[in-house]
């Protein structure tokens, strides 16, 4: 059974770093044929999609938040991570990692992490 | 970047009702669409992708069609466990976008 697991700080001072980490059980980050991605959901509000990271090692980021956002991957340790920089209270949102398998979409998903930004 | 909007924002039905929600995309996507659902707290649940293509494990009342620019997913005879919000997304080789989302509440 797949299963991914979000950990990280739930709350970041403005103008700082979110990081976080997926840690991923039941499959190989390194396997072919999935990407795993970072997803985010502001409270009351619908899905965004942050960017996600190949078997290759190579990056896709939404445009709108690229110039702020890095995913790099440990496949040492099974895991993928997200730094987001220069946050604001905007970045408030429940974190998701998620598994995409190719030519379907998103089949697993961490349970999320709230993070606030927040002084 | 290519932009998903659903309708209705919201929708009323009773058990047993067949409801539909639409998704139309700012360009084609092709068949590159899928369907989520996501209840309070949790994370969403695929549905159904590539359009018109059910996840295994999803009940056969859940059904998606389209292609191109719209596409619609249809729930025959409600269930008390489908009250939920709906998502679609497209995916291609770059990106993902997903819709605002479309309640669907007891009547």
């Known amino acids: 059974q797949v299963q991914l697991q979000e950990s990280g700080p739930g709350l970041v001072k403005p103008s700082q770093t979110l990081s976080l980490t997926c840690t991923v059980s039941g499959a190989s980050i390194s396997s072919g044929g999935y990407y795993w991605s970072w997803i985010r959901q502001p409270a009351g509000k619908g899905l965004e999609w942050i960017g996600r990271?190949?078997?290759?090692?190579?990056?896709n980021y939404n445009p709108s938040l690229k110039s702020r956002v890095t995913i790099s991957r440990d496949t040492s340790k099974n895991q993928f991570s997200l730094k987001l920089s220069s946050v604001t209270a905007a970045d408030t949102a429940v974190y998701y990692c998620a598994r995409y398998r190719a030519a379907t979409s998103f089949d697993y998903w961490g349970q999320g992490t709230l993070v606030t930004v927040s002084s | 970047d290519i932009q998903m909007t659903q309708s209705p924002s919201t929708l009323s039905a009773s058990v047993g009702d067949r409801v539909t929600i639409t998704c139309r995309a700012s360009?084609?996507?092709?068949?590159?669409l899928a369907w989520y659902q996501q209840k309070p707290g949790k994370a969403p649940n695929l549905l159904i992708y590539?359009?018109?293509t059910l996840e295994s494990g999803v009940p056969s009342r859940f059904s998606g069609s389209g292609s191109g620019t719209e596409f619609t997913l249809t729930i025959n005879s409600l269930q008390p466990d489908d009250f939920a919000t709906y998502y679609c997304?497209?995916?291609?080789?770059?990106?993902?976008?997903f819709g605002q989302g479309t309640k669907v509440e007891i009547k």
């Open positions: 360009q084609s996507v092709s068949d590159w």
């Open positions: 590539k359009a018109s």
């Open positions: 997304q497209q995916y291609n080789a770059y990106s993902a976008t």
């Open positions: 990271i190949f078997t290759s090692g190579s990056t």
